[in-house]
Nanobody, 121 residues
């Protein structure tokens, strides 16, 4: 599975962005898809994940109620809708694929390149 994330940019605090991650490979629908982020000087951290049907989602506490994750298996794409963005959300965001589900970054099998999200105050 090859992944390519896009959609990052500069946004003011309180604004929204939608990240997309396009996947190639016929087995895309079999994988959990997830999003991580890494701020300068910090470790990569789990944000959200979604199972292969889209029926189950996982979020870390600090994005619950603000971020949503969805996927379109017909388009081989997973999305991260980010609302009510805060300056502390500034980071490089990565999409990834794994099977089975885990929140540990090192245990994810495939990674896309990152996309920068900058939230100004």
């Amino acid at each position: 599975v090859q992944l390519q994330a896009y959609g990052g940019g500069l946004v003011q605090a309180g604004g929204s962005l939608r990240l997309s991650c396009a996947a190639s490979g016929r087995t895309f629908s079999l994988y959990y898809m997830g999003w991580f982020r890494q701020a300068p000087g910090k470790e990569r951290e789990f944000i959200a994940a979604i199972n292969w049907t889209g029926g189950r989602t996982y979020f870390t506490d600090f994005v619950k109620g603000r971020f949503t994750i969805s996927r379109d298996n017909a388009k081989n794409t997973v999305y991260l809708q980010m609302n009510s963005l805060k300056p502390e959300d500034t980071a490089v965001y990565f999409c990834a694929a794994t099977r089975p589900m885990t929140t540990v970054p090192n245990e994810w099998n495939y990674w896309g390149q990152g996309t920068q999200v900058t939230v100004s105050s």
